[in-house]
Nanobody, 121 residues
Framework: QVQLGESGGGWMQPGGSLRLACAAS????????MGWYRQVPGKQRELVAA???????NYTDSVKGRFTISRDIAGNTVYLQMHSLKPEDTAVYYC???????????????WGQGTQVTVSS
């Protein structure tokens, strides 16, 4: 079993910054990729940013230039640094990890419980 522990959400006024962190633990053989998704009521969950095991990154267009995803050297913790926050960034942010727990190439998806980010004045 794999657990994803998220931290760093909260309230921030527009233009401010927040940093999210997500630590993966458990029976992990290999992490292929980790990332952050977000969801608002009535809408589908959307990818915000992702980073692969070889540090390739991907961002949704609305956060490019404002958000940065990174990971620690061990590769089990991923961070999302968010700058110039806008009210439309308000959402529940979910950590996602694609891992192997068996050593095979089969990829399993795991999700964190979500952390609320609210941007308002």
């Amino acid at each position: 079993q794999v657990q994803l522990g998220e931290s760093g959400g909260g309230w921030m006024q527009p233009g401010g910054s927040l940093r999210l962190a997500c630590a993966a633990s458990g029976s992990i053989f290999r992490i292929f990729a980790m990332g952050w998704y977000r969801q608002v009521p009535g809408k589908q969950r959307e990818l915000v940013a992702a980073i692969t095991s070889d540090s390739m990154t991907n961002y949704t267009d609305s956060v490019k230039g404002r958000f940065t995803i990174s990971r620690d050297i061990a590769g089990n913790t991923v961070y999302l640094q968010m700058h110039s926050l806008k009210p439309e960034d308000t959402a529940v942010y979910y950590c996602h990890a694609q891992v192997s727990t068996s050593g095979s190439s089969y990829r399993e998806d795991y999700w964190g419980q979500g952390t609320q980010v609210t941007v308002s004045s």
